[in-house]
């Protein structure tokens, strides 16, 4: 009997432990998320600020930085420039607007381009 290695056999079982863990809500999922997610939130800030350099591209900068978040509140995996960058342009070259919308950004960064030249001769 203690020569066998097979100790396990004497002893009971031990019951089934459940999993009784809740869903986090609230604060405690939000720095959650925070917590996990630090160096990808401010790689996409800073994305972020870049492309709303120029003025006229603040809404497709929205867009593109709301795409990437949803990805990290949703929990799957985010490559940020990659995500930013294909959501940017998707609504760069109207594929994800109608022709209402397009036409507004068109417009925009006419009226952009007008307030530059006129800011630059005065």
């Known amino acids: 009997m203690f020569l066998k290695s097979d100790y396990h056999d004497l002893m009971p079982p031990f019951p089934e432990q459940e999993d009784?863990?809740?869903?986090?809500?609230?604060?405690?999922?939000?720095?959650d998320l925070?917590?996990?997610?630090?160096g990808t939130?401010?790689?996409?800030?800073?994305?972020?600020?870049?492309?709303?350099?120029?003025i006229v591209t603040i809404p497709l900068?929205?867009?593109?930085?709301?795409q990437v978040v949803g990805r990290i509140v949703q929990d799957q995996p985010v490559k940020c420039l990659?995500?930013?960058?294909?959501?940017?342009?998707?609504i760069l070259l109207g594929l994800g607007m109608g022709r209402s919308?397009?036409?507004?950004?068109?417009?925009m960064a006419q009226a952009g381009c007008l307030a530059a030249s006129i800011h630059t001769k005065s």
Do not use: D, H, M, W
């Open 41 to 54: 939130l401010l790689k996409v800030n800073l994305l972020f600020l870049l492309s709303c350099i120029p």
């Open 20 to 31: 009784t863990s809740a869903e986090k809500t609230g604060f405690s999922c939000f720095f």
């Open 101 to 107: 919308e397009t036409l507004y950004f068109i417009s």
């Open 61 to 66: 900068g929205l867009f593109a930085l709301n």
């Open 34 to 38: 925070l917590g996990r997610n630090c």
């Open 82 to 90: 990659q995500i930013y960058g294909e959501a940017f342009r998707y």
